[in-house]
């Protein structure tokens, strides 16, 4: 009989978001009348930028005539939607980073978990609490962990804690690691990271030979001019950091998928023979070996998102999601419940109320509201007694759902 990777069985019972769809469906088979508000899971609900539409279709015009049409395309993505991303997302704002650095993708999930392949299995590896879920379960897929406490954390890796009294931005370890993952606009908290806090991880990382994986998917909600939108805005990135970027929240990718990893070609890690090998040839490689590209559609889609009419339409994109967030910060706030987030981020992060656990708190808004969320504490054992909330939804939904949710508290 074929044997398994026992790492799976590591992994906790169920991944944080089918196991809030198994509680809202349970819910929803006994109460089939009820009418439920999903601000839960981080996904858009208006449609796709016309630009971006537009463009589909004259791919799909394209597809149609064999003069026009693609097949296999570059698995690193197209050039010309790559000098696009080089131009507008990084050297628009002193960005030291060439269209040949930027590997197009179908997600900054996959992204964040495909990146280990080209990592050892003996380096440190440190994430903060409360953690995006996928940073610590594919470590523990790929065998980087040992087995799960009664707390949620894994033996092997190294938790930074984010809360109220450090204002979210993790620590700068003691002890020296080799991976650092960070996320800023983060997810869940809705926390930003100053200019100043990043170069610290930077000096702190090229001090030690670490690399950050930094995850800037939010990148476009942040609203305040002083926040970084790039880890490689930071003097020394170059030589430390690989960024993950996704059209996914800011033009409404979900359903269609795309995204980008930059990877500088001024980034080394080490061989076990002691030594420097280029992490960019490594990445391609992979690239080219277990990925065949994005289509060539939704590539032309993501590249109208460059165009004035889709600068335009994915900024009002953007503001339409931040107006959710506003209007969740301060109903909440009036209702005196202690809230985080949602000023440079799509997510408001709310302290439970009257002493409630995270599931508690879960709970009681679908039972008594009919509004889902996401418990803090599958985000961590430091998320635990927090609560997030998605700014991911409908004008009207989330009125009604502020509604519901204020007057009962």
């Known amino acids: 009989m074929a044997t398994i990777n026992d790492n799976y069985l590591k992994l906790k019972a169920g991944y944080l978001f089918p196991e809030i769809a198994r509680r809202v469906n ?21 449609p796709l930028p016309e630009a971006c539409r537009d463009a589909m279709i004259q791919a799909v015009q394209d597809m149609g005539d064999r003069g026009s049409f693609k097949g296999y395309g570059p698995e690193q993505g197209y050039d010309w939607l790559r000098g696009k991303i080089a131009q507008q997302d990084f050297q628009s704002r002193g960005c030291d980073i060439d269209a040949s650095e930027i590997f197009i993708s179908d997600g900054s999930k996959c992204d964040c978990g495909n990146i280990l392949d080209i990592f050892g299995d003996n380096n440190s590896i440190a994430v903060t609490d409360p953690v995006y ?56 908290t809705g926390a930003v990271a100053t200019k100043e806090h990043l170069q610290a991880w930077v000096n702190y990382a090229r001090a030690h030979g ?41 033009a409404g990718f979900t359903g269609t998928r795309c995204a980008l990893t930059v990877v500088p070609k ?5 061989a076990a ?10 990445w ?23 165009s004035a009419e889709g600068q335009a339409q994915t900024k009002a994109l953007v503001a339409f999601y931040m107006e959710n967030a506003r209007i969740i910060r301060e109903q909440l706030t009036a209702a005196g419940i202690s809230v985080y987030g949602g000023i440079n981020a799509p997510y408001v992060w709310v302290k439970t109320p009257d002493g409630l656990s995270s ?24 998320g635990e007694g927090y609560f997030r909330i998605s700014a991911f939804n409908s004008r009207e939904n989330v009125v009604e759902a502020m509604k519901r949710i204020t007057g009962k508290f």
């Open 273 to 282: 023979g002691g030594s420097d090998v280029e992490l960019h040839s490594l």
């Open 26 to 46: 349970a819910f929803v088979e006994a109460n089939s009348d009820a009418p439920i508000i999903k601000l839960g899971i981080g996904d858009v609900t208006e």
């Open 133 to 188: 879920p996928v940073y610590v379960d594919t470590n523990v897929m790929a065998g980087h962990t040992g087995t799960v406490k009664e707390n949620g954390e894994y033996d092997g890796l190294v938790y930074l804690p984010i809360n109220a009294e450090n204002n979210f931005t993790a620590r700068i370890p003691n002890e020296k690691v080799d991976l650092i993952y960070l996320c800023f606009p983060n997810n869940p």
């Open 284 to 306: 391609n490689r992979r690239q080219s070996t277990k990925f065949n590209g994005v289509s060539y559609i939704v590539q032309r889609g993501a590249e109208a998102v460059y």
């Open 266 to 270: 001024s980034l080394k890690g080490k």
């Open 210 to 250: 670490s690399i950050i994986l930094f995850d800037a998917a939010y990148e476009a909600f942040i609203t305040d001019p002083t926040i970084p939108h790039s880890i490689y805005e930071i003097e020394g990135a170059r030589e430390c950091a690989i960024e993950f970027r996704s059209f996914s929240k800011n």
């Open 359 to 382: 599931w508690d708190f879960f709970d009681k808004l679908l039972h008594t509201c009919n509004v889902v969320g996401t418990p803090g504490s599958g985000f961590g054992a430091a």
